[in-house]
C-alpha cells in the first residue's frame, strides 16, 4: 500500500448543483452520492470556468480558463501541446485512466453552423497549423472492432475506454462495443422501436435499450474493470469516470424512464418571476409564443411548464441511475480493499437551465443554474461530513488534487488548492470569473456571444460585449436573480466597483507560460 493516495474521479454532464438529495433536494435519491457527501466536504457554491462541456473540462484538466488554454467554445479543441495536471500525475509515477465521455476534441465530423466566409484568405488564421491530428473522438476512429485498443496517452491518461455524444446511442469504444455483444443493436438503434409513452417534452425518447446496456452501465462496468487491475500495484491510481449524463436527450432506460412523475416537481421559477427580462429571454419568450424551436437540440429555449416538469422527472431518473452505478464502483473499491486509500471527488461540468424562468438546457446566460455544479471532495485523512460555503472553481480541482498528490503543479496553472479550505473554517475564493463564448449567434444576439461574469455571495454581474445592456443582480437582496439592477442609479456605486474588480480578473488573462528564456 502506498502512502500517496488514489483519485476515485466522478464527474456528470449537464447537472445542477441543487440536483442531490445531500444538496437538500426534495424529491431527486442520490444515497450513495449522498454518502461519499457524508464522509467528505461538500461546496454549496461551487461554480465552472465556462458552462459548456468542452471549454469547461479543458480547464478542469489544465487548471487555467478557456480564453488561456485555447478551447474557447465547443467545437474547439485543446491542443495536444498543453500540459494537463494528469500528465503532472502520470510523470510522478500515477497510473491514470480516463472512463467514459472525454470531449476534448470534437466527437462528430460535422461542419460549424456558420455563414461562409466571404472573404478569399491567404493565410486564414492568426495561428499556423500545429499538425497534429484532431479526430481521435470522431466516428470515422470507431468504425473497426473495439480489439484495437485507444492511442494512449491521451491528455496524460495512460488507459482511455471512450464514450463520445449523450444519449442511448453514444459513441467511441462505447459504442464499438455495442455493436459487437448486443446482436440486435440496430433494432435498438432505430427510432421506429421507441418505447410507446405519453411524454411530449422536446427530446424526451424512451429507449429500448436495456438498463445493462446503457452507455452509463458500461461506464461503471469499465471503471470495476479498471479497478480490479489495480489491486496490490505499488504505484497509486488517478481514475477519471464520466458519465455522459444527465445531459439531454432525456432517455433514461428501463425503469428509471417512470421511477419519477412529472406530478413529483414544480416550475419554482416561471418567466414571469423575472421583472425586467433582458434581451435573451425576451428573444427565447418570443420563439416559444410562435411555437418555434431552435435549429439544433443542443441550443437553450424556453419550454411550456408541463414540458419542464416531463424533462425534470426523466432527469431526475437519469440521476438516480447515475447514482445507483456509482454505488456498485464505490462498493468494489471497498470490497477491493482500496476505499481507505482513495479520495473520492464528485462534481460535473456544467449544469442546467431546466425550468428556471421557463428555460431548458444551457446557453449565454448566466444563470446560476448552469454556472454552479456538484462538488464533493471525501478524503481518507478525515472521513467527515462537513458543508463549505467558500467560493471556489472548476480551474481549483488540478492545483488540489496535485497538492494532495504531493506534486508541484507547472508553471502557467491558474486554479489555486482548496485543501486548506475542506474542514469548511477557511474561506478559498471571495470572488470567481466565469467566461462564456459561444461559436455562432443564438438566443437573439446578432452575432456570437461574449460574456464575462464576476460573482461573489453578495453579488453577480454579467457584461455582454458589444451589448448596450448587461446583467446586475443583489444575490442578498434577491438569491433568485429576478430584478436585474444593471440601470438602477442607486446601484452605479456597486456596478463600478464590481467593474474593477472584473477588470482586475481580466488583467490575470495572460498566459504566464513559458518563462522567459532570456534576458531582453
Same mark, same amino acid.
Given at each position: 500500500?502506498?502512502?500517496?493516495?488514489?483519485?476515485?474521479?466522478?464527474?456528470t454532464?449537464?447537472?445542477r448543483?441543487?440536483w442531490l438529495?445531500?444538496?437538500?433536494?426534495?424529491?431527486?435519491?442520490?444515497?450513495?452520492?449522498?454518502?461519499?457527501?457524508?464522509q467528505?466536504?461538500?461546496?454549496?457554491?461551487?461554480?465552472v470556468?465556462?458552462?459548456?462541456?468542452?471549454?469547461?473540462?479543458?480547464?478542469?484538466?489544465?487548471g487555467?480558463?478557456?480564453?488561456?488554454h485555447?478551447?474557447r467554445?465547443?467545437?474547439c479543441?485543446l491542443?495536444?501541446?498543453?500540459n494537463?495536471?494528469?500528465d503532472?500525475?502520470?510523470?510522478?509515477?500515477y497510473?491514470t485512466?480516463?472512463?467514459?465521455?472525454?470531449?476534448?476534441? *470534437?466527437?462528430?465530423?460535422?461542419p460549424?453552423q456558420? %455563414? $461562409? @466566409?466571404?472573404?478569399?484568405?491567404l493565410? +486564414?488564421?492568426a495561428?499556423?497549423?500545429?499538425?497534429?491530428?484532431?479526430?481521435m473522438e470522431e466516428?470515422?476512429?470507431?468504425?473497426g472492432?473495439s480489439v484495437?485498443?485507444?492511442?494512449?496517452?491521451?491528455?496524460g491518461f495512460?488507459?482511455v475506454d471512450?464514450?463520445?455524444s449523450?444519449?442511448?446511442?453514444?459513441?467511441?469504444?462505447y459504442g464499438q462495443?455495442?455493436?459487437?455483444?448486443?446482436p440486435?443493436?440496430q433494432a435498438?438503434?432505430?427510432p421506429?422501436?421507441?418505447?410507446?409513452?405519453n411524454y411530449?417534452?422536446p427530446?424526451?425518447?424512451?429507449t429500448?435499450v436495456p438498463?445493462?446496456?446503457?452507455?452509463?452501465?458500461?461506464v461503471?462496468?469499465r471503471?470495476i474493470?479498471?479497478?480490479?487491475t489495480r489491486v496490490?500495484q505499488d504505484?497509486?491510481?488517478?481514475?477519471?469516470?464520466?458519465?455522459?449524463?444527465?445531459?439531454?436527450?432525456?432517455? *433514461?432506460p428501463?425503469?428509471y424512464?417512470?421511477?419519477? %412523475? $412529472? @406530478?413529483?416537481?414544480?416550475?419554482e421559477l +416561471?418567466?414571469?418571476a423575472?421583472?425586467?427580462?433582458?434581451?435573451p429571454?425576451?428573444?427565447?419568450?418570443?420563439?416559444w409564443?410562435?411555437?418555434?424551436?431552435?435549429?439544433?437540440?443542443?441550443?437553450p429555449?424556453?419550454?411550456?411548464?408541463?414540458?419542464?416538469l416531463?424533462?425534470k422527472?426523466?432527469t431526475?431518473?437519469?440521476?438516480?441511475?447515475?447514482d445507483?452505478?456509482?454505488?456498485?464502483v464505490?462498493?468494489h473499491?471497498?470490497?477491493?480493499g482500496?476505499?481507505?486509500?482513495?479520495v473520492?471527488?464528485f462534481?460535473?461540468?456544467h449544469?442546467d437551465?431546466l425550468g428556471?424562468?421557463?428555460l431548458?438546457?444551457?446557453?449565454p446566460?448566466?444563470?446560476?443554474?448552469i454556472?454552479?455544479?456538484?462538488?464533493?471532495?471525501?478524503?481518507?485523512?478525515s472521513?467527515?461530513?462537513?458543508?463549505?460555503?467558500?467560493?471556489?472553481?472548476?480551474?481549483?480541482?488540478?492545483?488540489?488534487i496535485?497538492?494532495?498528490?504531493?506534486?508541484?503543479?507547472?508553471?502557467?496553472i491558474?486554479g489555486?488548492?482548496?485543501l486548506?479550505?475542506?474542514?469548511?473554517?477557511?474561506?478559498?475564493r471571495?470572488?470567481?470569473l466565469?467566461?462564456?463564448?459561444?461559436?455562432g449567434?443564438?438566443?437573439?444576439?446578432?452575432?456570437?456571444?461574449r460574456?464575462?461574469?464576476?460573482?461573489?455571495?453578495?453579488w453577480?454581474?454579467?457584461?455582454y460585449?458589444?451589448e448596450?445592456w448587461?446583467?446586475?443582480?443583489?444575490?442578498?437582496a434577491?438569491?433568485?436573480?429576478?430584478?436585474?439592477?444593471?440601470?438602477?442609479?442607486?446601484?452605479?456605486?456597486?456596478?463600478?466597483?464590481?467593474s474593477?474588480?472584473?477588470?482586475?480578473?481580466?488583467t490575470?488573462?495572460?498566459?504566464?507560460?513559458?518563462?522567459?528564456?532570456?534576458?531582453?
Open positions: 500500500m502506498t502512502d500517496r493516495p488514489n483519485f476515485l474521479f466522478f464527474i454532464d449537464q447537472h448543483a441543487d438529495g445531500c444538496a437538500g433536494h426534495p424529491v431527486v435519491r442520490t444515497p450513495n452520492i449522498d454518502a461519499i457527501a457524508a467528505g466536504t461538500l461546496f454549496t457554491d461551487f461554480h470556468a465556462l458552462p459548456v462541456c468542452m471549454p469547461n473540462r479543458a480547464s478542469l484538466m489544465t487555467r480558463m478557456p480564453s488561456v485555447g478551447l467554445h465547443n467545437g479543441l491542443p495536444k501541446r498543453a494537463t495536471f494528469v503532472v500525475l502520470a510523470a510522478g509515477g497510473a485512466a480516463s472512463i467514459g465521455k472525454s470531449h476534448l476534441q *470534437p466527437f462528430t465530423d460535422n460549424p456558420r %455563414a $461562409p @466566409d466571404p472573404i478569399r484568405r493565410v +486564414p488564421e495561428w499556423q497549423p500545429d499538425n497534429v491530428t484532431y479526430t466516428p470515422a476512429s470507431f468504425e472492432n484495437s485498443p485507444f492511442e494512449v496517452p491521451y491528455y495512460q488507459h471512450m464514450v463520445t449523450h444519449g442511448d446511442r453514444c459513441g467511441g469504444q462495443w455495442f455493436r459487437e455483444t448486443v440486435n443493436w435498438l438503434h432505430d421506429a422501436n421507441e418505447i410507446p409513452h411530449t417534452c427530446q424526451a425518447y424512451r429500448p438498463e445493462e446496456s446503457y452507455p452509463t452501465a458500461w461503471a462496468d471503471a474493470d479498471y479497478l480490479a496490490d504505484d497509486p491510481f488517478f481514475a477519471f469516470i464520466s458519465f455522459p449524463d444527465p445531459h439531454h436527450p432525456f432517455n *433514461p428501463g425503469k424512464w417512470d421511477m419519477y %412523475a $412529472p @406530478d413529483d416537481f414544480a416550475v +416561471p418567466y414571469g423575472h421583472k425586467n427580462p433582458v434581451p429571454m425576451q428573444h427565447a419568450s418570443a420563439m409564443e410562435s411555437g418555434k424551436l431552435p435549429p439544433i437540440p443542443q441550443m429555449f424556453r419550454a411550456d411548464d408541463q414540458h419542464i416531463e424533462a422527472a426523466l431526475a431518473g437519469m440521476i438516480t441511475m447515475i445507483d452505478h456509482i454505488g456498485r464505490v462498493q473499491l471497498k470490497d477491493s482500496q476505499y481507505e486509500n482513495t473520492i471527488i462534481t460535473s461540468d449544469g437551465y428556471d424562468f421557463n431548458m438546457l444551457k446557453g446566460l448566466q444563470l446560476p443554474s454556472t454552479r455544479v456538484p462538488m464533493i471532495w471525501s478524503d481518507p485523512k472521513r467527515e461530513g462537513v458543508r463549505t460555503d467558500t467560493m471556489a472553481s472548476t480551474i481549483d480541482l488540478s492545483a488540489s496535485l497538492e494532495r498528490a504531493d506534486l508541484a503543479p507547472y508553471n502557467g491558474q489555486r488548492s482548496f486548506k479550505s475542506l474542514d469548511g473554517t477557511q474561506p478559498h471571495d470572488d470567481v466565469i467566461e462564456h463564448n459561444d461559436g449567434p443564438r438566443m437573439g444576439f446578432e452575432h456570437a456571444a460574456v464575462r461574469t464576476l460573482r461573489s455571495q453578495k453577480r454581474m454579467s457584461v460585449a458589444g448596450d448587461g446583467e446586475l443582480y443583489d444575490l442578498q434577491d438569491p433568485r436573480e429576478t430584478q436585474n439592477y444593471w440601470d438602477d442609479p442607486a446601484y452605479a456605486e456597486a456596478k463600478a466597483a464590481l474593477l474588480r472584473l477588470i482586475e480578473h481580466l490575470y488573462q495572460m498566459d504566464e507560460s513559458p518563462r522567459a528564456t532570456r534576458l531582453a
